[in-house]
């Protein structure tokens, strides 16, 4: 069963950048479709970006596509998401995603069922 730790998040500017790192536990990290969701402030959890397994198809939600990149690095058992000119509607706690295989669900929340802990970002205007 792969556990899941995000780093990377913090404070920044509106206009600023910042990347997020998932370190997944266990030997077969290739094996797992990865995605990113994000909770904002009073807000429900929702689908920022998704990665299948070797990086082979990309899925990004309206919001962020062409600001946010997701990719991974399956010698390392480490997924990223680069988020570039980060405006305050980043603002939220951002959660790494796995499920094994892949899903038919990848922009929902149910099709993954490891998650991380979260991490902070808040862009400030």
């Known amino acids: 069963q792969v556990q899941l730790v995000e780093s990377g998040g913090g404070l920044v500017q509106a206009g600023g950048s910042l990347r997020l790192s998932c370190s997944a536990s266990?030997?077969?990290?290739?094996?797992?479709?990865m995605g990113w969701f994000r909770q904002p402030p009073g807000e429900e959890r929702e689908f920022v970006a998704a990665?299948?397994?070797?990086?082979?198809?990309?899925y990004y939600s309206d919001s962020v596509k062409g600001r946010f990149t997701i990719s991974r690095d399956d010698a390392n058992n480490t997924m990223y998401l680069q988020m570039n000119s980060l405006e305050p509607e980043d603002t939220a706690v951002y959660y790494c995603?796995?499920?094994?295989?892949?899903?038919?669900?990848?922009?929902?929340?149910?099709?993954?069922?490891?998650w991380g802990q979260g991490t902070q970002v808040i862009v400030s205007s």
């Open positions: 990665i299948t397994r070797g990086g082979g198809n990309t």
């Open positions: 995603a796995a499920v094994l295989y892949g899903t038919a669900w990848y922009l929902a929340d149910y099709g993954y069922d490891h």
């Open positions: 266990g030997p077969t990290f290739e094996s797992y479709a």
